[in-house]
């Protein structure tokens, strides 16, 4: 990490459930919390976890100096609402095969 610039990477035992349109996208009770420096916190949730057959790839590709190229996933109504890393860099690579989406509730 550049001087400054933290990211962690923890297990929690949070409850994680993402909703939208009535409908839910992806529970667990095992997701990552990513804590970067100047970013909200983000859930990360195990890809088992994750309503894959409802969303679709898209062809969205960004760069983070810090975790590497993330794809994203998107629903008719709501582009790129979910992101992966699937080759994340090394100080991240917990996050690898879990998925993190914009809005999600944690009880």
């Given amino acids: 990490m550049t001087q400054g610039h933290t990211i962690t990477v923890d297990e929690s035992e949070r409850h994680v459930r ?3 349109g009535g409908q839910v996208l992806a529970e667990t009770d095992r997701p990552l ?3 970067e420096t100047g970013c ?3 859930y ?3 890809a088992e976890d994750v309503r894959l ?4 790839p898209s062809e969205t590709h960004t760069v983070c100096p810090f975790k590497g ?3 994203y996933w998107s629903l008719p109504d709501a582009p790129d609402l979910v ?4 080759d994340p ?3 991240v690579a917990q996050i690898k095969d879990h998925f993190c989406f914009y809005d999600v509730d944690v009880s």
């Fill in 53 to 56: 057959d409802l969303l679709t």
């Fill in 69 to 71: 190229t993330a794809s």
């Fill in 18 to 20: 993402v909703v939208r």
């Fill in 40 to 42: 909200p916190d983000r």
């Fill in 33 to 35: 919390v990513l804590r």
């Fill in 83 to 86: 992101w992966a890393y699937p």
């Fill in 44 to 46: 990360y949730i195990p």
């Fill in 89 to 91: 860099k090394p100080g």
